[in-house]
């Protein structure tokens, strides 16, 4: 998960977390305060990649990170207040990156 400092900050970080490896991007979260909140999902190092793709390329825009996470094998409760797909079951992953 990459959190950021307004909107910008968070396309740059989806469109880098995207394009630098094999990651579904499964939710942008609306936090306040001005504050973007992208998630992504795959395999470990996929999201390790991404999450740092997407870190540099929020510093790049001025000062719009606020924090970057990564959760591998989130346990089964957190899976729980994870986004689901349009149908309702949960996205299934590795690791889930909020």
Known sequence: MIETRGLVPAIEAADAMTKASEVRLI???FVGGGYVTILVRG?????NAAVRAGA????RV???LAAAHIIARPHMEVEQIL??????EYLPS???AE
């Open 83 to 88: 986004p689901r797909s349009p149908e309702g």
């Open 94 to 96: 590795e690791t889930a």
């Open 56 to 59: 540099d390329a929020c510093e």
């Open 27 to 29: 939710g942008r979260q």
């Open 62 to 64: 001025g000062d719009g």
């Open 43 to 47: 395999e470990t190092g996929a999201v």
